[in-house]
């Protein structure tokens, strides 16, 4: 079974519709991540959290939402949907930072969202 | 603000060698990531320099100038798998948080 999984892997929806995308890893980490993947501009944060009861906004945050139930899982909302939202989108979680070495992301394996 | 500078697409020759750079400027830089992406998959972590110098992990190793902003990923003996995206990230320290810039990525494609 994967470490970090995400539901759906695939959606395709419609304007206006909200939209709910789901993570869950059984890494036992602490800090869990959400990244949306475009064509020629790499991965970026749209939101972070490093615990339970921490949330903390990415670059591009606004028109989306996350809940962070458990520890395991982190859930990226998207109010009401618009084409420009179309993109790939990845679940990360990472161990803290111990000292000078800064722990690795691990990824989920994507979900392709689509709005026409 | 925070920029990494990776060149868009790459060729190279089946058993062959290919230095991919990166160069970035930011602020509170607090160590780089390079990571492979093959097409429609998850990025996976390759390697870590937080201190200047060069990394062997087997066939793959980074080396890190901080002073000068710059970072490669070198990939030895090179495999057609190994055609995939070579993601640079930084990181960088702000608002109290380190926090994982990304590259656009370098689309390596390996040929027989």
């Keep these: 079974d994967a470490d970090v999984t995400q539901t759906p892997r695939n959606r395709i929806t419609k304007t206006g519709k909200r939209i709910m995308l789901e993570c869950s890893q059984t890494k036992g980490h602490d800090r869990m991540y959400w990244y949306r993947q475009d064509p020629g501009l790499g991965l970026r944060l749209i939101y972070y959290s490093f615990d339970v009861k921490d949330i903390n906004k990415g670059e591009i945050s606004d028109g989306y939402s996350v809940s962070r139930q458990a520890q395991a899982k982190f859930s990226l909302s998207l109010e009401s949907a618009i084409p420009n939202q179309t993109a790939l989108y990845f679940c990360a979680t990472s161990d803290h930072d111990r000292g000078y070495s800064n722990q690795p992301q691990h990824f989920g394996d994507g979900t392709r969202l689509s709005i026409l | ?112």
């Design chain 2, 1 to 112: 603000g925070q920029n990494i500078d990776q060149p868009t697409e790459m060729t190279a020759t089946e058993g062959a060698i290919v230095q991919i750079n990166c160069t970035y400027q930011t602020s509170g830089f607090n160590g780089l990531f390079w990571y492979q992406q093959h097409a429609g998959e998850a990025p996976t972590f390759l390697s870590y320099n937080v201190l200047d110098g060069l990394e062997e992990k087997g066939r793959f190793s980074s080396f890190l100038s901080r002073s000068k902003g710059y970072s490669y990923l070198l990939l030895k003996e090179l495999q057609m798998k190994d055609s995939a995206s070579y993601l640079c990230a930084v990181y960088h320290f702000s608002g109290g948080y380190n926090k994982l810039i990304f590259g656009a990525g370098t689309r390596l494609a390996v040929h027989p």
